[in-house]
């Protein structure tokens, strides 16, 4: 283990997405330090929660320090010998739905893994729709549907379009589909003609030239395409039309996909697919 750095758990009866999401943000907030983490989704047996417990333990003794346990094990049975493990246990339903059962003056289901539950099929068949449609109009394939799209993502190569895209179409229920900018585009002061008649539903990705040689480089390797030159070229060249033709443009370098996806929502003004409790509907557990 990297010296210094403090073992994690995320740990859940469900799929652990809720104890990692949450980890990873608590985590984020101490940049100073390494940690490793461990996902272990599905403890819903007794024979299973101590088996993860004595892993813990034996963690413990072997080097020394105490970990972090992040869980969202919703039995109490199980949570009980979880909670029993030589760790720091942070345990956001134990610390929250007490709470909010006293405020809202009623009992909770107690349940993990409710929100990925199928509550609305026909938004579930929403967002499955709109993720094959990111799948299907990636990389400027089948532009003839682009009426249909609610954002389509432009920038030259290796910039995030594709991630983003199928992000917005995951989390948001979005149809997003990509175009990425070739140096033919450059040469001409008009936008290129498959997304010329949609103006409107154009975002802009760009990243920092050095970031983007090195990602090339791991694809193509001392070529042309993966030089700093030719990086720093087609991105200039790109700002160039999104300024020109006032398409809003986010540079990704230092952001997440997460990030990008929601700060393309919040510029745009597009909406998350709601569910019909009028809460987003996201994988829990």
Do not use: W
Request: glycine share 6%; hydrophobic share 35%; aromatic share 8%.
């Amino acid at each position: 283990m990297q010296a210094d750095s403090r073992q994690v758990y995320f740990l859940s009866n469900g799929t652990a997405i809720t104890a990692e999401t949450l980890g990873h943000s608590l985590l984020a907030q101490f940049p100073g330090l390494h940690f490793k983490t461990k996902t272990i989704p599905f403890i819903d047996t007794l024979e299973k929660a101590h088996a993860v417990s004595a892993e813990i333990n034996q963690g413990v003794d072997e080097q020394g320090e105490l970990p972090i346990v992040i869980s969202t094990m919703a039995d109490p049975e199980l949570k009980k010998v979880i909670n029993q493990s030589k760790a720091l246990i942070l345990d956001p339903f134990g610390d929250f739905l007490p709470r909010l059962e006293k405020i809202l003056d009623t009992a909770s289901s107690n349940q993990g893994g409710r929100s990925h539950r199928i509550a609305n099929p026909s938004l579930y068949e929403s967002r499955i729709n709109a993720i094959d449609f990111s799948l299907v109009h990636d990389d400027g394939c089948k532009t003839q549907n682009y009426d249909e799209t609610d954002i389509i993502l432009i920038g030259v190569s290796r910039t995030g379009k594709t991630p983003s895209c199928l992000y917005l179409a995951l989390q948001f229920g979005l149809k997003a589909a990509n175009y990425p900018i070739t140096e033919e585009d450059m040469e001409s002061e008009r936008l290129p003609v498959p997304i010329r008649p949609f103006k409107n539903r154009l975002y802009g990705l760009s990243t920092d030239p050095n970031r983007l040689a090195n990602i090339r480089q791991e694809r193509r390797p001392n070529s042309r395409y993966s030089s700093l030159e030719q990086c720093r070229y087609e991105l200039r060249a790109a700002e160039e039309m999104y300024y020109r033709h006032k398409v809003p443009f986010l540079n990704t370098t230092t952001i997440s996909v997460e990030e990008i996806a929601a700060r393309i929502v919040e510029d745009t003004g597009l909406h998350r697919v709601e569910t019909a409790s009028g809460l987003s509907s996201q994988d829990d557990g």
